[in-house]
């Protein structure tokens, strides 16, 4: 087998589910050109780690699961992107599963790359039984405070299930209890990484803000939104300094650091 034949294969390989991978080993398993091991190998190594992911995912059910059991199939994962940074809105997600959905590696937004995020922001939106997303601007932030416009962003992203003819019957969220909502909730710390909805939720709304940003970056491209997404890194103080303040700018997190700009 030529080191071009298997470099492709072994790229199939990463792209295989379980039942794919485990037809290879066995159809391969007995051959012993060196590079035809060296494959099964990767294989049995593949497989191990998403048999392990499984079982992270099926660990990751467990606050949905004990609702789930309690006869409560809508249960709501809610979770927030953008409390940081000095520019741009907060956005909220809300994701409600059915019961036999299995999406692998949800996790925690923040421990994923891009790349994966995006290709599970695909995923949730064609498993879910229903997702919100709420959206409070810069302008709003500065209004209320960051808190309370977390809290509203959350409240409009419940309110945006009811498009797809949902009510949750519970709310998982992400360490906080939302005011003004009279679903009965349950705050979870670090919740974006101990369940599946929580974690989901926290999937859509980063993708979401972050393609806001990159959209802002193509109206205010001296700033470099697209890579910073608004948080306060070197290369945007001195975009701050050099060309002052956005529509997009939270004010109120400028003025509180010493850093009024014009």
């Known amino acids: 087998m030529s080191d071009k034949k298997i470099g492709e294969i072994s790229a199939e390989l990463k792209a295989a ?12 398993q007995g051959d012993e050109r060196p590079g035809v091991q060296r494959l099964v190998a990767k294989a049995h190594a593949a497989v191990e780690k998403m048999y392990a992911e499984m079982a992270r995912m099926e660990e990751l059910k467990g606050y949905e699961r004990s609702y789930w059991n309690q006869g409560m199939t809508l249960v709501c994962g809610i979770d927030e992107a953008g409390r940081g940074p000095l520019a741009g809105p907060v956005v909220a997600g809300a994701v409600i599963f059915p019961q036999d959905c299995d999406i692998l590696y949800i996790n925690d937004s923040k421990k ?11 995923v949730i939106m064609e498993k879910a039984l229903a997702v919100g997303v709420g959206i409070a601007s810069a302008q709003r932030i500065d209004e209320i405070n960051i808190l309370q416009a977390t809290y509203e962003a959350m409240r409009m ?5 009811g498009d797809y003819g949902i009510t949750p019957e519970i709310l998982l969220n992400d360490a906080v209890t939302i005011p003004g909502v009279s679903i009965p909730q349950v705050p979870i710390i ?7 909805s929580i974690g ?8 979401t803000r972050d393609r806001m940003m990159v959209a802002y970056d193509e109206l205010y491209p001296e700033y470099g939104f ?10 945007h ?7 002052g303040v956005t529509p997009i700018h939270r004010r109120s997190f400028l003025e509180s650091m010493g850093e009024a700009y014009k």
């Open 17 to 28: 589910d379980v039942s794919e991978l485990a037809g290879f080993i066995s159809t391969y």
């Open 112 to 122: 994923l790359s891009a790349k994966k995020r995006e290709e599970l922001y695909d």
């Open 157 to 161: 992203a419940i309110r945006k299930l």
């Open 190 to 196: 670090k919740g974006d990484a101990k369940s599946f």
């Open 200 to 207: 989901a939720a926290s999937i859509i709304a980063k993708v």
């Open 226 to 235: 697209a890579g910073h997404k608004g948080y306060g890194t070197k290369e």
């Open 237 to 243: 103080y001195e975009a701050l300094r050099q060309y």
